[in-house]
């Protein structure tokens, strides 16, 4: 926590930096190095990254506001919002939200891993700082791409370097590709015996090259499983890469930020936005408490509390699973057939609606959990189900499970492992409905990172959500399948962005699809 707190102060400069960057390219046409390679160090620059790619990238948590909790915790109705600015509840476009994941991980993430790369190159004392730092850009670059579709790739984040502002954009296939070479290429460069030049600037791992050989191959698994609709074959093998190099197995693998309290550059998120700026305008979906009250879910109430009064911020109120009731997405206060008064568990109050529990995730100092065994452990159990990998699916389904209740530990929650035991027990793996329960474990093993509850529901159709139907939204009733670029897009790289729109099939719209999500 020290670390962070001494940190807030660099990031401030980066994103001032950052920031006067982009509203006078040509008055600051120039990298950091400008402050002299003694001055600037490209270490603390990698923890920026780190923190923006969590959804740090300023003090209102755009992109992690507007497009995870906004938009995609609704669209996976593990959330659920009468109001109008939760825009994904029902379908509503608001390009402003949409395009914000984009605007804030090209404007900080992208920029900040691409400079620490193009100043370490070639150093030899910064050997495993200069892999570290590119499997940490496909992991970026992915949880853009998984929203988008075809983006800036080789040529983005190069504005200072080469003076690229207008990039093309690149076809996710190509992207994929060369996320997957990128991973094997780094990984394997990798040396335990080098200097480690990171050490606590690293909020992961602290520069352990051996943990990050494991999030390598796990982030390597996560890319070969999303394509398993479009290219089963690519998958496979790529799925045996990972599988062989070896991926997290325990909860002490997981890749976490540990946030502080009184900071917004370096608060949780997703806490922030829930505790401080949201309290009153969401509930818990019935979606997921229903899934998870009807198999007696240990996570239960770790995730879930019902308070008198949202707006009473130091309240914990009630975690007894009995008392969770999850509210019906799809509603508002405007009177007619979807007020809320006619939904499905309606008692007469929305405060009778669970919200996020304050112990552990509604918290502005809760962690933010990027990469996790439990996630990793359920994947090796879909490429065993489907014959990609060696091993056992229902042993891989096991250790998923089970890891992925107790990763709650690390936000607070203090569930027995009895207790996930028993829970596994209840539910035991059965191999004829395999990818369902995985998928469906997944889908709440992922709760809070929504980016990626919303992808791997699109890869895999798990759980078999039913879509509201609001009037005024714009999918004619169907979950949307991905985000909308910029509208800035079309006026500063207006030839590019041209290309990219022209290319989708079904043009820039929320129901077109990105390559790997086939129909």
């Not at 509840?89 to 984009?102: G, R, T």
């Not at 914990?316 to 939904?343: E, H, K, M």
């Not at 992922?446 to 509850?453: C, M, N, P, R, S």
């Amino acid at each position: 926590m020290k670390k962070i707190i001494t940190l807030k102060y660099l990031l401030i400069l980066v994103t001032l930096f950052f920031s006067s960057c982009d509203k006078d390219f040509e008055l600051i046409n120039t990298n950091p190095n400008s402050l002299g390679q003694d001055v600037f160090k490209y270490n603390y620059l990698f923890t920026a990254a780190q923190l923006y790619t969590a959804g740090n990238s300023d003090g209102y948590s755009r992109g992690i506001w507007e497009g995870s909790l906004s938009y995609a915790s609704t669209f996976m109705q593990q959330l659920s919002s009468t109001s109008g600015f939760w825009y994904g509840d029902k379908y509503v476009f608001n390009n402003d939200y949409l395009s914000a994941f984009w605007l804030t991980q090209f404007g900080t993430s992208v920029k900040s891993i691409t400079d620490v790369i193009s100043n370490i190159n070639g150093k030899e004392d910064q050997g495993n700082f200069l892999q570290i730092a590119r499997i940490l850009k496909v992991f970026i670059f992915q949880r853009i791409t998984d929203q988008y579709g075809d983006i800036p790739y080789f040529q983005a984040g190069k504005g200072f370097s080469e003076t690229l502002t207008d990039p093309v954009y690149d076809s996710q296939a190509v992207i994929y590709d060369d996320m997957l070479a990128e991973l094997e290429d780094a990984v394997g460069k990798l040396d335990p015996d080098a200097p480690n030049t990171l050490g606590d600037a690293d909020l992961f791992y602290k520069g352990d090259v051996t943990q990050w050989t494991k999030f390598a191959y796990s982030e390597m698994l996560r890319l070969a499983m999303r394509m398993s609709k479009v290219d089963p074959e690519k998958a496979k093998t790529w799925a045996g890469k990972a599988a062989s190099g070896g991926v997290m197995e325990t909860n002490d693998d997981n890749a976490i930020i540990y946030h502080e309290t009184n900071d917004a550059l370096t608060e949780n998120p997703v806490g922030a936005e829930v505790i401080t700026r949201e309290p009153a305008s969401y509930r818990l979906s019935k979606t997921l408490i229903d899934f998870l009250k009807n198999k007696n879910d240990p996570r239960l109430p770790a995730l879930a509390t019902v308070v008198e009064d949202p707006e009473e911020l130091d309240d914990p109120g009630n975690t007894d699973p009995l008392v969770q009731l999850g509210q019906a997405n799809g509603y508002d206060f405007r009177g007619g057939a979807t007020d809320l008064s006619n939904s499905p568990g309606w008692t007469g109050n929305q405060n009778d609606f669970s919200i996020i529990n304050r112990t552990t995730f509604a918290r502005v100092d809760a962690p933010s959990f990027l990469l996790t065994a439990g996630n990793t452990q359920l994947l090796m159990a879909e490429a065993a189900q489907r014959g990609w990998i060696s091993g056992s699916a229902a042993d891989y389904y096991a250790v998923g499970v089970v890891q992925s209740i107790l990763q709650l530990n690390q936000a607070g929650a203090g569930i027995a492992e009895s207790d996930a035991e028993v829970y596994l027990a209840a539910n035991p793996w059965l191999a004829a409905d395999g990818i369902r329960q995985i998928n469906e474990q997944y889908w709440v093993a992922t709760f809070g990172d929504w980016l990626e509850t919303w992808s791997n529901w699109r890869r895999s159709g798990y759980p078999e959500l039913v879509p509201v139907n609001y009037e005024g939204n714009i999918t004619n009733g169907s979950i949307p399948r991905r985000f909308t670029y910029p509208i800035d897009e079309a006026r500063v790289n207006p030839k590019n962005y041209s290309a990219a729109v022209n290319s989708i099939n079904g043009g820039d719209k929320i129901t077109s699809r990105v390559w790997w999500d086939s129909e």
